[in-house]
């Protein structure tokens, strides 16, 4: 029987270059890559973070008082607005600055092999945003008609300047967890293995990535590797990065700017909309994690996988005709 996930061409240029290695090798190269990026993520954050400090008042003056507590609240806060945010997001171009380098020196590989092809791209990149959008709305009006989530304008949370800013910055971020998560590490596996278990082990990959994020839950877990699988499933369909790339950011963008819920655990205080979940209803809403830790967002990506399953399973009932 034909698998149903068949190696799309990015895979296939990909395994030109240089055949796959065993997965338990592919895994310690991801996760060595992986930690790679995190430092020079970091190395680049100290300074900005420092500058931050030097410039809050607030932090300023708790140094001079002495108070240990006074200095450590003073500091997170100093470090966890919306600026500091809009740096962070923006630094994760580190990520996708090593993973290319990383696969032109050493696996050999062309740009295209990562899923960046020029043919239709911009297409591409617009429908992922308004699919993107369209998802996440729908995990939040499920919310909204079970009664787990309440939303309320809050034009005093919105600054348009910010959220223009925010906005650029998710495009740079949704990029680079899917430049290193398929364009380089889904690629990789399925030079060797089928393309169902790539989509698998990437898939269980990017849910660890986010294991330490403020109010993790088994039902998140879950969440992160169904959004794993669909980003896998929407990269073998188009075979390129440009359309889940931008699902990925606007996905994030949706949930934190836009409606005012965390993103993977994580607060912004830019937002057209803020959000009140009740308790008790964790199990629809996420909880502490957000909209990802609910059932809410499983729904949404189970019927996603689903869909493009079935586009999948069309083109090739297409294509089998043609060749009649």
């Not at 500058?51 to 609240?73: C, H, Q, V, W």
């Not at 500091?75 to 380098?101: C, P």
């Not at 993790?216 to 073998?236: D, E, W």
């Amino acid at each position: 029987m034909e698998p149903l996930l068949n190696a799309p061409a990015a895979v296939q240029q990909a395994k030109a270059s240089q055949k796959g290695l065993h997965w338990a090798l592919e895994i310690v190269i991801f996760i060595a890559v992986f930690f790679v990026c995190m430092i020079g993520e970091m190395l680049l954050m100290l300074p900005i973070q420092a500058m931050l400090l030097m410039r809050d008042k607030t932090y300023l003056s708790a140094l001079k008082s002495g108070n240990p507590d006074f200095i450590i609240e003073a500091s997170e806060n100093a470090i966890s607005g919306d600026v500091s945010l809009i740096l962070s997001l923006f630094v994760t171009a580190v990520m996708t600055a090593i993973v290319f380098l990383f696969c032109k020196f050493i696996q050999k590989r062309r740009l295209s092999s990562l899923g960046f092809v020029k043919k239709g791209f911009a297409s591409a990149y617009l429908k992922g945003l308004l699919l993107g959008f369209l998802m996440f709305s729908a995990a939040v009006l499920i919310c909204v008609l079970t009664g787990s989530l309440k939303l309320t304008y809050s034009p005093e949370r919105f600054a348009f300047p910010a959220f223009l800013f925010i906005a650029a910055g998710y495009m740079v971020q949704g990029m680079a967890e899917e430049v290193l998560c398929r364009g380089y590490f889904m690629v990789s596996l399925g030079r060797r293995y089928p393309m169902a278990a790539a989509a698998v082990i990437n898939a269980t990959a990017f849910a660890a990535m986010h294991l330490f994020n403020p109010g993790i839950s088994p039902l998140a877990v879950i969440n992160l590797i169904l959004f794993g699988i669909f980003a896998s499933v929407c990269f073998i369909q188009t075979n390129n990065i440009w359309l889940i790339g931008a699902l990925h950011s606007v996905w994030n963008l949706t949930q934190g700017n836009v409606y005012g819920i965390k993103v993977s655990g994580m607060d912004s205080r830019c937002s057209v909309f803020s959000a009140s979940t009740p308790e008790g209803m964790e199990i629809f809403h996420g909880g502490a994690f957000g909209l990802e830790g609910g059932l809410a967002v499983t729904i949404v990506l189970m019927a996603g996988i689903a869909a493009m399953l079935f586009l999948l399973k069309n083109n090739k009932k297409e294509m089998a005709v043609e060749k009649l």
